[in-house]
């Protein structure tokens, strides 16, 4: 399967743990959006990356969040200090600057926060 | 700041029935426009997309959408749904510089066989 894949599929954690997920995009992707969906709700943006830089980040994404894309390749995003409000279903979608900028999504980390 | 509504949260159809799905989006610039589509247990997938051009765009599975600038609006339809169409289908818009995107809340559609 050469899609966008995600890791883990499901993650349960305590609050005030840290969780990091991992997104490995489409191989010659060189876009890569996070984004983060609740219940009933579309995906909300949270941050975007060309290569290796962040050049987006949504006012959503609090200080306990952070994002890294180190070698322009797979991507992390981390939660500090989760709490019940972080549970949802975290996106990733990659893309390929220069085409239809059509984005392509993984399945998702379903993050809960008891 | 941008904002895009899916007015129909949940839709039921039969088969044979035709679909029109609509959305609203606030942002007064150059916009592209989306229509994404998750099946039960699937990814989003791109349905269809317009950047400029004929205001009326075809997507996959029979599909269509038209945008309308002086509504604001990018509706969705189909002539004849299928019971394979039910699904969530989201709508998307971005602004020209293609880094952020923003979706509405979903419509749920049922097509009852």
């Known amino acids: 399967d050469t899609g966008v894949s995600q890791n883990p599929r499901h993650k349960i954690t305590k609050r005030g743990q840290n969780v990091t997920f991992r997104c490995d995009p489409i191989s010659e992707h060189n876009r890569l959006y996070w984004y983060r969906q609740t219940l009933g709700q579309g995906p909300e943006f949270l941050t975007y990356f060309q290569n290796e830089a962040q050049l987006e980040k949504s006012r959503l994404l609090s200080d306990r969040f952070s994002a890294e894309r180190p070698k322009g390749s797979f991507s992390t995003l981390e939660i500090q200090r989760t709490e019940q409000g972080d549970s949802a279903m975290y996106l990733c979608?990659?893309?390929?600057?220069?085409?239809?900028?059509?984005?392509?999504f993984g399945p998702g980390t379903r993050l809960t926060v008891t | 700041a941008q904002s895009v509504s899916q007015h129909n949260h949940h839709v039921i159809l039969s088969e044979a029935a035709s679909l029109e799905l609509g959305c609203n989006y606030s942002y007064g610039g150059t916009v592209n426009l989306f229509w994404y589509v998750q099946y039960p247990g699937q990814h989003l997938q791109l349905l269809l997309k317009?950047?400029?051009?004929?205001?009326l765009v075809k997507g996959i599975k029979g599909f269509e959408a038209e945008f309308i600038k002086s509504k604001f609006s990018f509706n969705l339809r189909k002539p004849s749904v299928q019971w394979s169409d039910t699904a969530e289908y989201f709508c998307a818009v971005n602004t020209h510089n293609f880094n952020k995107f923003y979706f509405g809340s979903g419509t749920k559609l049922n097509v009852k066989p």
């Open positions: 317009y950047f400029s051009g004929d205001p």
């Open positions: 979608a990659s893309s390929l600057q220069g085409t239809s900028y059509e984005q392509y």
